[in-house]
């Protein structure tokens, strides 16, 4: 079997963070076709069971990046923490810096505002409403994810670049959108995480494909048989892709099964 694997936002899912009747019958033709898919996100468990109840998934899934591995009956598989060092350390480097911070932990999604430009979305993304907290202090020891949020591209960068010379290799530090800076655990990356699906389903990872657009994609881009980047990907990300479908808002994940997959066979 070949398993494919999904990024959500931005990939599966178009501008609406919508399924669309498209994408939907094209996992259907490919899995009848007797090729295995799944998803992978930086977004929480909550955030993709309602995905997997519109696409009938019952297998492995990969929430965090990979960090926490579930099923559709909330079975965990594994689960990995932001280490607590890094934790308190990236927030302090945070302190003076214009972004919103959320922590996610206890399947919860912690903020210190409901306002912000981004939190609507991520209710949808997120599939729940926002904890209101003073501080994030007592949840740093079980933090699956961090994630500054700020659209000013170069404050983010900076703080990236802050953080990662302070903790590089101590945890992955990768935006997953132009303006999401997430932070988790070291082997809560996307290269590992597809690693752990593909055992669990007894897949080589030569045998399979992954679907993305965003940086926090190439550690799977890197690992995984073959790669296949969203037309709506930035250059770099498109530029370690075997191939190259169409934006998420054009059915580019169903286009990529159609033509790209599917259409190899024949």
């Known amino acids: ?22 994408t939907i019958e094209a996992v259907k033709r490919l899995r009848e076709a007797g090729f295995g898919f799944t998803m992978i996100s930086a977004r929480p468990m909550s955030g993709l069971l309602s995905l997997a109840d519109q696409l009938s998934l019952d297998v492995p899934m990969g929430a965090f990046n990979g960090g926490l591995v579930f099923r559709r009956d909330g079975e965990i598989l594994c689960r990995h923490f932001v ?36 939190v609507p979305s991520e209710r949808i993304a997120s599939g729940q ?3 209101i907290c003073g501080g994030f202090a007592d949840l740093l020891n079980r933090a699956d994810k961090i994630t500054f949020v ?7 960068d900076d703080l990236r ?44 990872l030569d045998r399979t494909i992954a679907i ?10 890197g690992r995984a048989g073959r790669a296949i980047a969203m037309g709506n990907a930035p250059d770099d990300v498109k530029a370690k892709a075997a191939d190259v479908t169409l934006a998420n808002d054009a059915d580019g994940v169903a286009h990529a099964i159609d033509k790209f997959i599917l259409g190899r066979m024949m």
């Open 161 to 204: 670049d802050r953080i990662l010379a302070t903790h590089d290799g101590q945890a992955t530090i990768v935006k997953s959108q132009t303006y999401y800076l997430d932070i988790t655990a070291t082997t809560a990356n996307k290269g590992d995480g597809i690693a752990r699906l593909a055992h669990a389903l007894a897949v080589p």
């Open 129 to 131: 409403e926002p904890t």
């Open 150 to 156: 700020c659209d000013d591209t170069a404050v983010l």
């Open 212 to 221: 993305g657009d965003q940086a926090n994609d190439l550690a799977m881009f």
């Open 1 to 22: 079997m070949t398993l494919v694997i999904s990024d959500v936002d931005g990939t599966l899912v178009d501008k609406e963070k919508r399924l669309t009747p498209g």
């Open 83 to 118: 280490d607590e060092a890094v934790a308190r350390g990236a927030l302090d480097l945070a302190r003076q810096v214009p972004v919103d911070i959320w922590v996610f932990a206890d399947d919860q999604w912690f903020a210190t505002s409901a306002s912000g430009p981004h």
